[in-house]
């Protein structure tokens, strides 16, 4: 397994990380958290990230990990928790990290990011954008000074808003999720390179959008739901025969798409089962996409710059677009609800 710089925190992780949402009661629980990450040892992986807003994943991958040997890149987040929610309150905030740290049984946690960032609504962080400022920097200071944490990052899910929160340069790595796959490339254009620009170690989240890009849905597509609009439905269909001419699958595509980029640090994967785990591992070993196909997905890219305003912020495909969780596509619990 590849292992690559974290920006300045001078951490090397491997290429493929475990990302902590499925690795909870949402899946297989404890027991098979535990496999998943004794296989993910064997196979080179040597980082893990979850929050406190995935369930009881801090919990479960406390346990699972518990007797683990080897080095492990630990991050979890600030946001959600407690109940209800204060984000201007730090001593709120400095107890949701006592409790990760109970949970995890660490002693320290690796990387501490602030969940959400960019939508104030939902998680209002900070008083000030420029200079930008709130209780959490407070914090993260406090809590680096005393070894409770060693590095800070931003883990969000937007472009405009976390570019401006990436050039403060007050964090060390930044989570970008839903904005760079093999179809959405909004990330490419300010927020990855002003990522580089700082030095920051760059995560990619939900490459396979969540489920969507994970699998095909050929016959749904071409009967257009309501929701689809149709330059979506004829990149989607473009993709699909990009698919059959170039006999990937649609995870081998997606990975090994995400690794072709050298800015790109490391890729959580929400796997279920040892059997996802290796999957993935066996795609990401067979390295970048070769130069003709990487320029066929940049023109398919190309197909729809900017995201129909009323799209769904995670495609529905394969799933009930009127199902639960739709009402509430901000909360990471619920989006894995609907596409899993």
């Not at 980082?47 to 683990?68: F, K, M």
């Not at 990855?192 to 489920?211: C, H, K, R, T, Y």
């Amino acid at each position: 397994m590849e292992n690559r710089r974290l920006g300045r925190t001078e951490l090397f992780t491997s290429v493929l990380s475990i990302g902590g949402l499925y690795t909870s009661s949402l899946a297989g629980g404890e027991s098979e958290t535990a496999r998943i990450m004794r296989r993910a040892m064997e196979l080179g992986i040597n980082s893990i990230d979850t929050a406190p807003a995935y369930a009881d994943s801090e919990r479960t991958i406390g346990g699972a990990i518990r007797d683990v040997n080897g080095p492990l890149i630990v991050t979890t987040k600030l946001g959600g928790r407690p109940q209800p929610f204060e984000p201007q309150s730090i001593d709120a905030l400095r107890s949701s990290l006592e409790e990760s740290l109970r949970l995890l049984r660490r002693d320290s946690i690796d990387i501490l990011m602030i969940h959400e960032p960019d939508r104030p609504q939902q998680y209002a962080w900070w008083t000030s954008y420029d200079p930008l400022d709130g209780p959490v920097l407070a914090l993260m200071d406090e809590l680096k000074q005393a070894g409770k944490i060693r590095f800070t990052g931003l883990a969000g899910t937007t472009v405009t808003e976390m570019t401006s929160l990436v050039r403060s340069n007050l964090f060390d790595v930044v989570l970008t999720a839903f904005n760079y796959n093999t179809l959405f490339r909004e990330a490419s254009g300010e927020l990855i390179p002003s990522a580089i620009e700082q030095d920051m170690g760059v995560v990619l989240g939900s490459v396979m959008g969540q489920g969507f890009l994970a699998r095909r849905a050929d016959a749904e597509v071409r009967r257009k739901p309501v929701w689809l609009a149709t330059e979506r439905q004829q990149q989607l269909l473009a993709y699909y025969e990009l698919l059959d001419q170039s006999g990937l699958t649609p995870v081998e595509m997606s990975l090994r798409f995400a690794v072709s980029n050298p800015d790109v640090s490391t890729i959580p994967i929400g796997c279920k089962t040892t059997e996802q785990l290796e999957e993935s591992v066996r795609a990401v070993m067979k390295g970048p996409l070769s130069t003709d196909i990487l320029e066929r997905l940049n023109a398919i890219a190309k197909m729809v710059p900017n995201r129909p305003y009323e799209e769904p912020m995670i495609l529905p495909l394969g799933k009930s677009y009127f199902g639960p969780g739709i009402a509430n596509m901000g909360s990471a619990v619920q989006v894995g609800k609907l596409q899993k």
